[in-house]
């Protein structure tokens, strides 16, 4: 689900309750914020830094999205969740977007905890807390939607809730969730941050069943209307409870926001050309060099805006799926990241706007670079012996994928991948390549973007000169989702954004439970008891300094077992939008802080006049 989701000193009417439990002192405070292995900068500040409290309430924003969709509850991973649905809820706590880690007040008003030794946690609601039409929210609204999380929701999300052990009502506004594992710091935050529903809205319907009928919530904003698989528009509630909470000053000021559906990212650019939606986030390199020269640039109505956060590089990349052959055989998926020609995809499609992905946590302190430090020696050095020999090898050097010289023909990767396959056991037959059995080797690469193929194609030329057989599967966005989902594939492409507090996520992403679970992230199929145990230590890190380190080891690890071919990305993201927005003075350091932009009036006046003309 998407989140809506910034050191001076903290408030100190947080107060120190000592208990005494299983012979061991643990010090259970009650503060006003969650902030893991740091202290929160804006605990006291009644507006965020990055909000404008004089922005204008008014006009609307637009958006397109990808495919189709079928269901207003994204919780329960069905069908094809719908654009901005997570605008009708609101969570227990917000994301600050200054602050790694760091939580603040919204539908709780505050938390009880032990921060050093996090068994448990309490919730306090705000009493002022309403759903939108008007009933308050109350502890039993809570424990009922983790209750349903925890049982009827996507198994990714019941894995990422799986160290819950019990929800409590302890009073209309006061509600414990005790954990299973002794310590787990980032366990409340993970709670913190979902959606809450109401109970009594769920008395008649199936939580479990796609469902385009409108779900109650406490968010700012309400349906408005749905044309359903085409578009779907929220206006803004001028009842909205949480308005003048310090995360929500200066925030939420569009009137109406809109998402248009669109079969084809071409398609949705012209519809954008056009002004059918007005904020594009462009992820062509070509287009964004090539494309933005028409009218409405040119008269000063399209800006280009490119926006630059401290969060890691999605880690965009080809998935091998290690559950089938070949590529359940290391060196069979080493042999083809050297049959991959970034450098020439970089200078003929790219015009040079991207980078090679080297980590999983590309631009991040979390990212691995050179040699393993002594710090993280120490965490690989009881693992070095259980892994295979190439893994083994690649977590203990300084990681670089193959470079080629450019020229497209990349004649020394293809002998390397030769060689590598050659003494596998691979064989050549009539010049196709088969194992050891004499099967020819055949792969389906399944994709759901028509343009994709355009970059696809220098990589599967290569394969086949390699002797692979290799088709290029393109279906419809229902179909993609639905085989990617039941990894129904040979390989495919994906984009996994990561964050600076990594955690119970990436036991979703990499664990040998999650490869086992339809419907989680763990793609590759990854069954690796290292990687197990690294991302249980990552989870259980006692500080940010030991979080960086095992996180830096679990980077080693993924990328020496050659799960996937990591491939391009960039530092920046890069819009268009109709030349009616602003922004604040002060951006936020994770986010593009959307929520917290505003329609100019005479902007919008402008940029209506010059569609009307058209």
């Not at 002192?25 to 965020?48: C, E, L």
């Not at 917000?94 to 946690?121: C, I, R």
């Not at 310090?246 to 926001?257: A, E, L």
């Not at 399944?446 to 194609?457: A, P, W």
């Amino acid at each position: 689900m998407q989140q809506r989701f910034a050191y001076a000193k903290p408030m100190l009417f947080a107060y120190g309750v000592c208990l005494f439990s299983s012979n061991v002192w643990s010090a259970v405070q009650t503060t006003p914020y969650i902030a893991i292995h740091t202290m929160p900068k804006y605990a006291s500040a009644q507006v965020m830094p990055y909000a404008n409290l004089n922005a204008p309430k008014g006009g609307s924003i637009s958006q397109a999205g990808n495919g189709t969709f079928d269901n207003l509850n994204s919780m329960n991973g069905k069908g094809s969740s719908t654009e901005g649905v997570d605008y009708l809820f609101d969570s227990l706590m917000d994301q600050s977007l200054n602050e790694p880690g760091v939580m603040y007040p919204l539908l709780a008003e505050k938390v009880t905890l032990d921060p050093e030794h996090t068994q448990f946690v309490i919730f306090h609601l705000n009493p002022k807390a309403k759903f939108s039409n008007g009933t308050p929210v109350t502890a039993d609204d809570v424990k009922f939607s983790f209750d349903m999380f925890q049982t009827k929701a996507n198994l990714g999300l019941q894995m990422y809730l799986s160290d819950l052990a019990k929800t409590q009502v302890l009073s209309q506004y006061e509600v414990k969730m005790t954990f299973k594992s002794d310590n787990n710091a980032e366990m409340p935050s993970i709670l913190a941050q979902m959606p809450i529903y109401s109970k009594a809205d769920w008395k008649s319907k199936d939580f479990t069943k796609i469902t385009l009928q409108p779900i109650l919530g406490s968010g700012p904003y309400l349906i408005e209307r749905i044309d359903a698989g085409r578009s779907i528009s929220y206006k803004r509630n001028p009842n909205y409870w949480g308005r003048d909470l310090p995360v929500n000053r200066g925030r939420y000021n569009f009137n109406r926001m809109k998402f248009v559906y669109y079969r084809s990212l071409d398609i949705a650019f012209e519809g954008f050309k056009s002004g059918q939606y007005t904020l594009h986030k462009e992820n062509s390199a070509r287009a964004w060099v090539t494309e933005y020269n028409f009218p409405a640039v040119k008269a000063g109505m399209v800006t280009k805006y490119l926006s630059k956060t401290e969060q890691p590089v999605p880690t965009q990349s080809f998935v091998f799926n290690t559950r089938r052959a070949p590529f359940n055989d290391i060196q069979f998926r080493k042999a083809l990241t050297y049959a991959y020609d970034f450098e020439w995809l970089n200078k003929a499609l790219f015009y040079g706007e991207y980078q090679r992905l080297q980590s999983y946590f590309q631009k991040s302190e979390l990212a691995a670079t050179g040699l393993p430090s002594a710090a993280e020696l120490a965490v690989l050095q009881p693992y070095l012996a259980k892994l295979n020999p190439i893994q083994r090898h690649g977590v203990l050097v300084d990681w670089k994928f193959p470079v080629t010289d450019g020229s497209g023909f990349n004649r020394k990767g293809l002998l390397e991948a030769r060689q590598i396959l050659l003494q596998a056991g691979y064989q050549y037959k009539n010049g196709q390549l088969v194992d050891s059995k004499g099967k020819p080797i055949r792969i389906e690469f399944l994709i759901h973007q028509e343009g994709l193929q355009r970059t696809l194609m220098p990589f599967v030329r290569n394969l086949k000169r390699l002797g692979i057989q290799i088709v290029i599967r393109q279906v419809d966005v229902p179909q993609y989702i639905e085989r990617k989902r039941k990894t129904d594939f040979d390989m495919t492409t994906d984009v996994m954004p990561q964050t600076l507090s990594p955690g119970n996520e990436q036991e979703q992403m990499w664990s040998s439970k999650a490869a086992d679970e339809a419907g989680n992230y763990n793609y590759s199929g990854i069954k690796n008891p290292v990687i197990d145990d690294v991302i249980q230590q990552i989870i259980q890190a006692p500080n940010r300094q030991q979080l960086i380190v095992r996180t830096k080891v679990l980077d080693r690890l993924l990328r020496a077992g050659y799960y996937k071919i990591l491939t391009y990305g960039s530092e920046v993201d890069r819009y268009a939008y109709w030349n009616m927005y602003r922004q604040p003075a002060i951006k936020p350091k994770l986010s593009l802080g959307l929520d917290y932009w505003w329609v100019d009036p005479q902007q919008a006046k402008k940029v209506e006049h010059f569609l009307t003309k058209k």
